[in-house]
Structures are given as structure tokens and as C-alpha cells.
């Protein structure tokens, strides 16, 4: 077991700065040290909410100054990287983007003093993101965390298919450090608990949840994020075990 089992938090997506300070405040005051939260969201439809964009990342900039917190976000293309993204701790490449190249390239030279999360991509294999971690690395940089968040599903009852073995199998054939994404992989509030406890059990040197002080009006994946009622419950799960 991994006694230093990290926790990314967070909403989905930066709504707006209240949101966002009103988590931060609630986090810190839990012991979390790093936030999550998407400035650009790339959407399946293109009239979903797509991020505050450069005014999230001014968001979390203000984050950072009021409550210290390691901010992580997700880049999805070389043209957002403007001056303000070099703020941040935790550069995230998400699951659309685990196999685009170019991208992976661009990170491992010009993101060099960041971490990079690097989400496996829905249909990869474990040798594919492992593969896309090698594009990164290539450039000189070796800071990567993968992130499991789930393969395809067979039928409907879940949103994706956490790969368990898979997190296992990433610890005995990677040096990386591996955490896991129940938001995205169950789609569901209702099981993030229970697999946030596999996730741990198996090995993983973390997690990276959603939390949002009020998701039933969360502007993105509202039926995936926890309030803080059920982020304390979790915190206290994730304790029982070692």
C-alpha cells in the first residue's frame, strides 16, 4: 500500500470566482493541497459549456494567492498556453488528448517546471499510454503522473469501466506515479466512494475527484460531483484503509 495517497479536488469545470474560492476555502480547511478544476472544456457537443477559458485560469491564479493551493488544470491545445497557464502546478492532459503527439511534444519542452497528468485515452491499451507518457519523457521531461479514468463499458449502468488491474499492472511496469478517476469512470455520485476505496487498496499513489459546492447546478457533469458533505464521507473511507 501507498501511504502517500495524494487527492486532486475539485469542480469539473470553473464556473465562476465564488465557485471557485468557496471550494478552495473548503478543501484547505480538509488538509487537500492540490485543486483541480477545467478553464477549457472540451465538450462532445459544441453548445455545452466550454470553459471559462482565460478567465478561469485568472481564477486560479487568485486561488493560488488566497489559499496556496497546487492548482491543475487541463491544456488542450499549444495555442492556450498563453502567459498565465506558467502559473500553474499541474498541467492535465485529458483523455481526448492522450494521443495527440504534437501536444505530448509540445508539454515535454515547454512545461518543464510542471507536473503533467496525463489521462489514458478511452480506447488505449496500457502500452499505448505508457507510449504517449514516452512523448513526454522524450523531451527531456520526467515529472508525469497517468491517470486511469476508465475504458469503454459494457452496457449503460456506468459511464465508463475503471481498469483496477490496469492501475496495478501501471505500478509493476512504470516508475511513474499512478492515481485514478472515479468521477469520469462511474459517471456516477453514488460510487465514487466505493472506488475511490479500490483505487486506494490496489496500490494507486492517489486520486483525482470532482467536488463542487452545489452539483445538482453544476454547469458540467453535475450527476459526477460530490458536495463537501460527501467529500468529508470519502476523506473518512479513504482513512479505513491502509
Not at 115 to 139: C, H, Q, V, W
Request: hydrophobic letters at 35%; proline letters at 5%; a positive charge.
Amino acid at each position: 500500500m501507498n501511504p502517500f495517497f495524494t487527492i486532486i479536488a475539485g469542480p469539473c469545470a470553473i464556473e465562476s470566482k465564488k465557485q471557485m474560492m468557496q471550494t478552495a476555502k473548503f478543501l484547505s480547511e480538509h488538509g487537500i493541497r492540490y485543486m483541480r478544476g477545467g478553464a477549457y472544456k472540451p465538450r462532445s457537443s459544441p453548445y455545452s459549456f466550454q470553459g471559462l477559458k482565460e478567465r478561469g485560469i485568472g481564477i486560479c491564479m487568485d486561488v493560488q494567492e488566497h489559499y496556496g493551493l497546487k492548482i491543475c488544470t487541463e491544456l488542450i491545445s499549444e495555442n492556450d498556453y498563453v502567459d498565465d497557464f506558467c502559473f500553474m502546478d499541474v498541467i492535465q492532459i485529458g483523455a481526448r488528448n492522450s494521443m495527440n503527439y504534437p501536444l505530448l511534444s509540445f508539454v515535454g519542452s515547454n512545461c518543464q517546471k510542471k507536473t503533467i497528468l496525463l489521462k489514458r485515452f478511452p480506447s488505449g491499451t496500457l502500452n499505448d499510454l505508457l507510449m504517449s507518457a514516452e512523448y513526454i519523457k522524450k523531451e527531456g521531461h520526467e515529472n508525469i503522473i497517468l491517470c486511469e479514468r476508465g475504458v469503454p463499458r459494457i452496457g449503460n449502468e456506468l459511464r465508463n469501466t475503471l481498469d483496477i488491474g490496469g492501475i496495478a499492472w501501471l505500478k509493476q511496469n512504470s516508475k511513474y506515479k499512478v492515481i485514478g478517476d472515479p468521477s469520469h469512470s462511474t459517471g456516477r455520485r453514488s460510487m465514487i466512494i466505493p472506488v475511490s476505496r479500490a483505487i486506494k487498496a490496489v496500490g494507486a499513489d492517489g486520486l483525482i475527484v470532482e467536488v463542487h459546492p452545489n452539483p445538482k447546478n453544476a454547469l458540467c457533469d453535475s450527476e459526477q460531483q460530490l458536495d463537501f458533505r460527501e467529500f468529508v464521507k470519502l476523506l473518512n473511507e479513504l482513512e479505513k484503509i491502509n
